[in-house]
Structure formats: structure tokens, C-alpha cells
């Protein structure tokens, strides 16, 4: 899978079209920072920066860009979400997310959903220069720093039994990362278009496979496995 081993970066000659790409990131200095790396690049050209996941899809539909690259923590809809429709609509954006956070079951689950790739906040020029090459090609990237073999080894069946985590289905993935970030049912539920009483029995199924009865455990459980969001609020 790309981002396992350094490829030569693919760049767009200038009588080329500039490749469009929608930012999707709740922090202004963060959409502003990944717009003025983008078009450093040369070959691309950002058509929007939104703050917000439901106005992410509301643009791509607008306007189709080739690209977009969301933000894992858009607080009103879930990013995976956004994937889901946007493919299910038939459209011909591709979508990456973009996060802070690194642990396998969620990178996997975005590359279920359909997205497109997985990029560190904390990746270089270089890598971000060699991810949107991989997007506009058709590829898939994930950022260097995440264990691809693990994710294939998962993605074929071979998970490691000792770990809980590993129990969990992917809506009870989603549901536990939205817990331990202290987002409330009721919002769990608009974000992943469930019903409160869904979110329900995920959350209590997720607690009976992990053990831990309570929010606070579901917390300390997360900040114990590195998995808590590191976003600055």
C-alpha cells in the first residue's frame, strides 16, 4: 500500500489544469495552513475551505472538486459519513481524511467506508505533496507513520485476538471514539445518522465486549491506549 516506502512525487505540468480540492477542518489556521501547502505544491487550486462536515457536502455536491480532504474530528457529522454519501451519491470527488489520531481500527474504517486515504496532521510537505499525487491517480495513501501491515493483516481476518478493541464492530467503533471525545448520545446519533436508541445498544454492547461499565472507564481506557483526540478544542 503507498506510504509503506518513499515513491518519487508525480508533479502537474503548469499548462495543466489545477486540480481542485475542498478542505474540510473546524480550526481556521488548520484549513488556512493545509490551503497555502496545497497550492505551494503547484498544480492545485482549493475551491473551499468549510468549517463544518454538512457544509463539506453541501460544496462537493455543488461543486464536484477532484479532492477533499477532511478533518477526522468535524463535530456535526461524522467524517465516515460524509464518505458514505458522497460515494453512494455517485459522485466523482475522492475523499481523504485528515486527523491527528492514528490507531489501526479507525484508519481502517475510514478505508472501508471508501475513502481515498488516511493523512497525519503531522506529515511533511513531502508526504502530503506525495498523497494528493496518489489521489489524483487513483491510488490510496496512508501516512508512513501508520503500520500498513497490521491494517492489511486486520483487513484479511487476522486480527490479534488479545486485543478488545479488536471485538468491536465498526458502529461500535465509531460510537466508543465519539464517547470517550464526552459527545452525547443524542449527538452520536445525528452524526452518524442513527437513532438515540441505536446509539444505545451500541454503547452498551461496546462496554459488555471491553469490560468497562462507565463513561469515565470508556475515558481512562482510551487515554491509556493513546486513542483519545489530541485536538486542540
Same mark, same amino acid.
Given at each position: 500500500m503507498p506510504g509503506s516506502a518513499a515513491q518519487p512525487v508525480t508533479r502537474l505540468s503548469p499548462e495543466? +489544469?489545477?486540480i481542485e480540492i475542498l478542505i474540510a477542518d473546524e480550526l481556521t489556521l488548520v484549513r488556512e495552513g493545509l490551503s497555502a501547502l496545497c497550492t505551494s505544491l503547484g498544480g492545485y487550486r482549493v475551491i473551499a475551505q468549510v468549517?463544518?462536515? &454538512?457544509?463539506?457536502l453541501a460544496e462537493i455536491q455543488r461543486l464536484q472538486p477532484a479532492i477533499a480532504l477532511l478533518d477526522m474530528g468535524l463535530s456535526d457529522l461524522a467524517a465516515t459519513e460524509v464518505i458514505r454519501r458522497v460515494r453512494d451519491k455517485g459522485l466523482r470527488t475522492r475523499c481523504a481524511v485528515v486527523s491527528a489520531r492514528k490507531d489501526r481500527k479507525m484508519v481502517l474504517e475510514v478505508l472501508r467506508t471508501g475513502a481515498c486515504g488516511f493523512l497525519l496532521k503531522s506529515s511533511t510537505a513531502e508526504q502530503m505533496s506525495e498523497a494528493l499525487s496518489?489521489?489524483?491517480? *487513483? *491510488?490510496? $495513501?496512508v501516512s508512513p507513520q501508520i503500520e500498513v501491515m497490521s491494517l492489511f493483516c486486520e483487513s484479511n481476518g +487476522? &486480527? &490479534?485476538? %488479545?486485543d478488545p478493541l %479488536? =471485538? =468491536?464492530?465498526? +458502529?461500535? $467503533?465509531q460510537v466508543f471514539s465519539l464517547l470517550v471525545e464526552g459527545v452525547r448520545a443524542k449527538e452520536i446519533a445525528a452524526r452518524l445518522s442513527l437513532s438515540p436508541k441505536t446509539v444505545d445498544t451500541y454503547r452498551s454492547s461496546l462496554m459488555r465486549k471491553l469490560d468497562i461499565h462507565d463513561v469515565a472507564g470508556l475515558v481512562? $481506557?482510551?487515554?491509556q491506549r493513546d486513542l483519545a483526540d489530541t485536538k486542540i478544542a
Amino acid at each position: 500500500m503507498p506510504g509503506s516506502a518513499a515513491q518519487p512525487v508525480t508533479r502537474l505540468s503548469p499548462e495543466v +489544469r489545477p486540480i481542485e480540492i475542498l478542505i474540510a477542518d473546524e480550526l481556521t489556521l488548520v484549513r488556512e495552513g493545509l490551503s497555502a501547502l496545497c497550492t505551494s505544491l503547484g498544480g492545485y487550486r482549493v475551491i473551499a475551505q468549510v468549517s463544518s462536515a &454538512n457544509a463539506a457536502l453541501a460544496e462537493i455536491q455543488r461543486l464536484q472538486p477532484a479532492i477533499a480532504l477532511l478533518d477526522m474530528g468535524l463535530s456535526d457529522l461524522a467524517a465516515t459519513e460524509v464518505i458514505r454519501r458522497v460515494r453512494d451519491k455517485g459522485l466523482r470527488t475522492r475523499c481523504a481524511v485528515v486527523s491527528a489520531r492514528k490507531d489501526r481500527k479507525m484508519v481502517l474504517e475510514v478505508l472501508r467506508t471508501g475513502a481515498c486515504g488516511f493523512l497525519l496532521k503531522s506529515s511533511t510537505a513531502e508526504q502530503m505533496s506525495e498523497a494528493l499525487s496518489q489521489f489524483c491517480q *487513483g *491510488g490510496i $495513501y496512508v501516512s508512513p507513520q501508520i503500520e500498513v501491515m497490521s491494517l492489511f493483516c486486520e483487513s484479511n481476518g +487476522r &486480527n &490479534n485476538a %488479545d486485543d478488545p478493541l %479488536d =471485538l =468491536l464492530s465498526s +458502529r461500535e $467503533y465509531q460510537v466508543f471514539s465519539l464517547l470517550v471525545e464526552g459527545v452525547r448520545a443524542k449527538e452520536i446519533a445525528a452524526r452518524l445518522s442513527l437513532s438515540p436508541k441505536t446509539v444505545d445498544t451500541y454503547r452498551s454492547s461496546l462496554m459488555r465486549k471491553l469490560d468497562i461499565h462507565d463513561v469515565a472507564g470508556l475515558v481512562k $481506557y482510551a487515554i491509556q491506549r493513546d486513542l483519545a483526540d489530541t485536538k486542540i478544542a
